[in-house]
């Protein structure tokens, strides 16, 4: 049986793709090149090292279904980065293409078999080469010993590092109200960093793009400053490697990795909490950072002086830099996100679409994603387009007569009202006993998670109140939900009602 080895594999494996793994589809796909099949194996090559880690860290099973419904055969994948070459074979002249059928002994190609071409759909230039001209490589001779490439399901780098997403970059982050701020300050940190603000603190809910800006700071450095040292990992990460290095009497390589780089990079350093020793630890890589003008970045989901049981002195140095926070988007923010979102895995969705998801999802970017994988899935599986039926259908919105009507803050304030049998006139006023202050902080809860309005517009519609006040609200009631399963129960019936358009 031979391998196929026209344009179709390719083609047919993004389609694979798309149709079976569409979470996993990036716009860039089309633009790897194949390389041919080897030893059982097709190559990829990849435009950077940055994707090729990233698709040997997320994508090698969604790659190899993809090759073995393709081809009919039990093929694996194997991604190289721009630099690194597939396979060739010694004592036959390079220039002469191998049988794309057959290998010198006549056997098909497959699990032993020689390298063999899959050209591209397309025929663009491609790393200095003229696609159009066929990659030309011969057969591996018997003496010639395997060459290693690494397996794609190994990692690549140091355990602790984190694989870089190629699509988190500074081109790919959507700038709104709640996170300019923060955007300025991770542009400023990667254009100079060790001088603009050290360290950068980023602070916010989970969900919010702070791992997107660590992560953009991360690429744009690796990108123009190749010989830059930088170690991107997360607190995890580093409070059980101190833990290991404890044990087995390493700490002076665990010193070395944390503390001999440009940058260092952690991700919900709020996990240093109560943790005594990791953070006498981490105060001596802070200053000896520092103290050499290496860039800190840190991201956290609180701000320092709201992280339980961290050292005073961790939390003044925390604050030396800048300190910065992540709000959740507003609604032409998620609008923007969602369509950003959409694009990067090939998707177009209309203003209408984007609009319709962007009034129903509003916790946080990450559940954006969910509602676009959603809509792949739905539309994948109906064969329709993506359209507003579609996306009632994927966010489960059946009530279409109420549709796109989301309830003003006017009508929650008197639904709550009723319910606890206070005035509104008082929910609005300046009292604060707990049976007006409870009931007013569900109102900036609802408000601030069924309308469109941002927190300075709530706080203004409540007697004009700061939106550090709505913002304390919600983080209020959203800890008191956890707690206290009545209340939980009451706050889920008013969102039921206020679904069905009952609060309108």
Known sequence: MTIQTDSRIWESMLGCLRSNHPQICRH???DLEPLGVHDGSIYLRAHSEMQRDYLRSKCVDAFNDAARESTSQLLGIRFLGPREDAPRAAGRD???????????????????????EIPRPDAPRQFGRNASEPLRVTPRAPSEPRRRIPGDTERLDEPEQIILNPDYGFEHFVVGPGNRLAHAASVAVANNPGRAYNPLFIHGDVGLGKTHLLQAICVQLLTERPGLILHYTS??????GFMESVRSGHMSQFRHRFRDVDVLVIDDIHFLANRDRTQEEFFHTFNSLYQANKQIVLSSDAAPDEIPNLENRLVSRFNWGLVTKVDPPGYETRVAILQTKASLRGIELTDEVASFVAARVTTNIRELEGAITKLQIHARVSGREIDVGLAREALGVTDEDRVGRAPSIDSIISTVSDHFGVKRTDVLGKKRHRSISLPRQICMFLAKKQTRQSLQEIGAYFGGRDHTTVLHAVRTIEKRRQEDPRLDLIIQRFEQRMGRGEAI
């Open 94 to 116: 390079a220039a002469q293409p191998a049988d794309l059928n057959h290998a010198a002994d006549g056997t098909p190609p497959g699990l032993d078999g020689p390298l063999i």
């Open 235 to 240: 607190c995890d990460v580093f409070v059980n």
């Open 28 to 30: 860039w796909f089309g």
